[in-house]
């Protein structure tokens, strides 16, 4: 899976909540990415490939042919490894499981491009949402995996990027804009230059694409070797990339293995906290906890909580507790029920109970003993 500016950082995340997972084995690496660190020439670097060169007008061709499009990226690809496809993320999150299962089967190498990272960063107006969307994009990536491991019978996975990002803050200041590049180019980001000539400031540094992609091209490419950015009309000046820097050219690769023996499922389980053998009062509050949050393997379910007697004769009302509680800290999943009781007379040596009972399949998963001591209850219909 290739996630568009999935910066090391935030894969590193994404790798430590695959660490966590019991069913997954996950390894990370980082690779040196391209100059410049920008989508058309990364992703055409992650195809197998003989050649990547630039055309006269700036397009990046992988052996001569163009690989802008999925289409395109996939007919390469299959010039490589005959039984491989290229699908865009967004078209299987909807998927059902037949048509998820399709793409998978018979082929050797499946590439998904992902886009959250940097469909938001890269437009001005949404530059500032970008750890939201680096938040999504760990979520995303995660989930997906899980859901092709378990629904299309595909257990490897790799993830990497293009490339990664550099993002400020602050309000970008006039002085940090380096003037002059977008007269000169033919091809221009905000931390990179391509053209016939070098871009002559302080802090520019150059090289030519032919020792970038190993080639005779003598044209120019120019970035700047700090954080600075080329004045560039109508583009973002927060979240950029195309430049030289650790953060812009380090990109990650996870290599993920998912366990192919299925773990048993359990249903959330509910237990009685309050240390109670006596109930004193008809109106009563106890309380309860959920065992165990839920998770990939613990399942949330819905439980009917009320008292009987030893004739299973209903003798409180009845309370509907749904165990959803994903908290990993346990006085989170705790709460408290009332129960109000017939207003009738009890026998101190008969046996009462407590009872929950799985909503669902209507199986009992909890029998409390308890003593009904009321010292004075007349019946006025009540619970009748």
Request: glycine share 4%; charged share 25%.
């Amino acid at each position: 899976m290739i996630s568009d500016a999935l910066r090391y950082e935030v894969a590193h995340t994404l790798f430590e909540k695959m660490q966590a997972d019991e069913k997954c084995n996950a390894s990370i690496g980082a690779m040196q990415g391209v100059l410049p660190s920008y989508t058309p020439l990364g992703m055409a670097s992650l195809l197998p490939h003989k050649t990547i060169e630039y055309s006269p007008s700036y397009d990046v061709l992988v052996d001569g042919k163009a690989c802008s499009s999925t289409e395109q990226r996939e007919a390469i690809l299959k010039e490589y490894k005959i039984n491989s496809k290229c699908v865009q993320f967004d078209s299987m999150k909807t998927m059902k499981q037949a048509d998820l299962r399709s793409i998978f089967t018979g082929q050797d190498v499946v590439y998904i491009y992902h886009n959250q990272i940097d469909a938001r960063g890269d437009k001005a107006a949404s530059e500032n949402e970008v750890f939201t969307a680096c938040e999504e994009a760990i979520e995303e990536i995660y989930t997906l995996i899980k859901r092709i491991a378990s629904q299309a019978n595909t257990y490897h996975f790799i993830v990497t990027a293009d490339h990664g990002f550099i993002y400020k803050r602050d309000k970008i200041q006039a002085t940090d804009k380096i003037a002059g590049a977008a007269s000169k180019s033919n091809s221009v980001g905000q931390r990179y230059s391509i053209s016939a000539e070098e871009i002559k400031a302080d802090g520019v540094c150059h090289t030519t694409v032919g020792k970038v992609l190993g080639s005779a091209d003598e044209r120019i490419v120019s970035f700047p070797l700090a954080s600075d950015i080329f004045k560039v009309a109508g583009a973002g000046q927060n979240y950029v990339h195309g430049g030289c820097s650790p953060q812009e050219m380090l990109v990650p690769m996870i290599d993920v293995k998912v366990d192919k023996g299925k773990k048993e499922t359990s249903l959330a389980e509910i237990a009685l906290v309050s240390l109670t053998s006596k109930i004193t009062n008809l109106i009563t509050t106890l309380d309860f906890v959920q065992t165990e949050p839920v998770s990939d393997i613990v399942k949330e379910t819905s439980y009917r909580v009320y008292f009987i007697s030893d004739s299973n004769e209903k003798i409180s009302n009845e309370n509907i507790v749904i165990a959803d509680k994903k908290d990993k800290d346990t006085t989170k999943r705790m709460f408290r029920l009332r129960f109000n009781f017939k207003n009738k007379k009890y026998d101190k040596s008969q046996k009462y109970y407590l009872v929950a009972y799985d909503d669902k399949n209507d199986i009992e998963v909890l029998r409390h003993e308890i003593i009904m001591d009321i010292a004075f209850a007349d019946d006025f219909g009540f619970f009748t």
